[in-house]
């Protein structure tokens, strides 16, 4: 589609695990198998799962930072694996990443001025120096941090302050798409309603689109337009955050929804807690059927010999279950 700023098709990404006197590879970790979304210009897509599903894993393909084993992904119509360098020099820019942790992700050694002038030089996109130096300091103030606080280094702010500083430092280059790899997850409850109030006004000011990779269900349902579930790998449920939230199709996404916290009292008498048994299969050793299909309480012979396709719930809606299909 034209509005499509992103589009994944396919994207597989197995990491070799080695072993042996020779050290061969003799297995390989599914971390993102088969995945496909897009993302339109200026919204919002929350990729939620648990722990070890992939999630992170995708965001840093996207970017580039970790390659890819197949699929393509294609930004603002351009396929990223397929340009000339100069080009890829400019998509690079475009594309920006929010770490999960502030305090891993600044450079020690640099004071904020020259964390957040980083891009800006690399790029050059100020050949003035005193321009750069106001340009530092607008994004300090357009992220909630004083200008007279540039020369100091990352150990003097607190958590929700480094995070400010790691979106100024994705600000720095003007991008269009940022990925956000749990970037409140490390903090305080207050402090990550400000990051994402933050997050939303840059946002509407900037018309950004972002993919929000996070586990916390009641976050993703504030800042999203669409949501993507992944499971092993696999993204099994896609649809608008109404949708999602509002009639779950997957079995999976039942469970993650049910075990969020209910926050009015109507909420926690409507509720209901899915307990899923057994275990998470080896992300090495995948099952050829539903990969769901060990933990599932629908689940029939037929859905562990053969994976399911997707089933098209309309509206956008679809999910990959044998139930719906």
Same mark, same amino acid.
């Given at each position: 589609?034209?509005?499509n700023?992103?589009? %994944?098709?396919?994207l597989?990404?197995?990491?070799p @695990?080695?072993g042996?006197?020779?050290?061969?590879t %003799?297995?390989? @970790?599914h #971390?993102a198998?088969d %995945?496909?979304?897009? /993302?339109k210009? &200026?919204?919002?897509?929350?990729?939620v799962?648990e722990?070890?599903c992939g999630?992170?894993?995708?965001?840093? *393909?996207?970017?580039?930072?970790?390659p890819?084993?197949?699929?393509? /992904?294609?930004?603002?119509g351009t396929?990223t &694996?397929s340009v000339?360098?100069?080009?890829?020099?400019?998509?690079?820019?475009?594309m920006?990443m929010?770490?999960q942790?502030?305090?891993?992700s600044?450079?020690?050694?640099?004071?904020?001025s020259?964390? !957040?002038?980083?891009?800006i030089?690399a790029?050059?996109?100020y050949e003035?120096?005193?321009e750069?130096?106001?340009? *530092?300091a607008?994004?300090?103030?357009q $992220?909630?941090?004083f200008p007279d606080?540039?020369?100091?280094?990352a150990?003097q702010f607190s958590? &929700?302050?480094r995070?400010?500083?790691c979106i100024?430092?994705?600000l720095?280059t003007d991008?269009d798409? !940022? %990925?956000l790899?749990?970037?409140?997850?490390?903090?305080? @409850?207050?402090?990550? #309603?400000q990051i !994402?109030?933050?997050?939303?006004?840059?946002q509407?000011?900037?018309?950004?689109?972002y993919?929000?990779?996070?586990?916390?269900l009641? !976050?993703?349902?504030?800042?999203?337009?669409?949501v993507a579930?992944?499971?092993?790998?696999?993204?099994?449920e896609y649809?608008?955050k109404?949708?999602?939230?509002?009639?779950?199709?997957?079995?999976?996404?039942q469970?993650?929804?049910? #075990?969020?916290?209910?926050?009015?009292p109507?909420?926690?008498?409507?509720?209901?807690?899915i307990?899923?048994?057994?275990?998470?299969?080896?992300?090495?050793?995948v099952?050829?059927?539903?990969r769901?299909a060990a933990? $599932?309480?629908?689940?029939?012979e037929? $859905?562990? #010999?053969?994976?399911p396709?997707?089933a098209?719930?309309?509206?956008?809606?679809?999910?990959?279950?044998?139930?719906?299909?």
């Open positions: 589609m034209q509005n700023l992103l589009e %994944v098709k396919h597989k990404k197995y990491f @695990v080695t042996g006197f020779l050290n061969r %003799v297995a390989e @970790v #971390a198998d %995945v496909s979304f897009s /993302i210009k &200026g919204e919002v897509l929350g990729l799962g722990s070890g999630k992170s894993t995708v965001g840093r *393909v996207l970017l580039g930072l970790t890819r084993t197949s699929g393509e /992904i294609w930004f603002d396929e &694996g000339p360098k100069e080009r890829a020099r400019d998509l690079r820019r475009r920006q929010v770490f942790d502030p305090f891993s600044l450079d020690p050694r640099m004071n904020v020259d964390i !957040i002038a980083e891009g030089l790029y050059k996109l003035n120096k005193s750069v130096g106001d340009r *530092v607008d994004l300090m103030q $992220c909630g941090l606080q540039a020369y100091r280094y150990h958590g &929700g302050q995070q400010r500083i100024a430092r994705a720095a991008p798409f !940022i %990925v790899d749990e970037a409140v997850s490390a903090l305080d @409850v207050s402090i990550q #309603a !994402i109030n933050l997050l939303k006004d840059l509407e000011a900037r018309g950004l689109t993919l929000f990779i996070s586990h916390d009641n !976050i993703v349902r504030f800042i999203s337009d669409s579930v992944m499971y092993l790998g696999q993204i099994v649809g608008t109404e949708q999602i939230f509002g009639a779950p199709a997957h079995p999976y996404t469970a993650l929804l049910s #075990a969020a916290p209910a926050f009015t109507e909420e926690k008498r409507n509720k209901q807690r307990i899923l048994t057994g275990d998470v299969p080896s992300p090495t050793d099952p050829s059927g539903c769901f933990r $599932c309480p629908y689940a029939e037929a $859905c562990k #010999a053969e994976a396709a997707f098209d719930l309309g509206d956008g809606h679809i999910c990959r279950c044998r139930k719906h299909l």
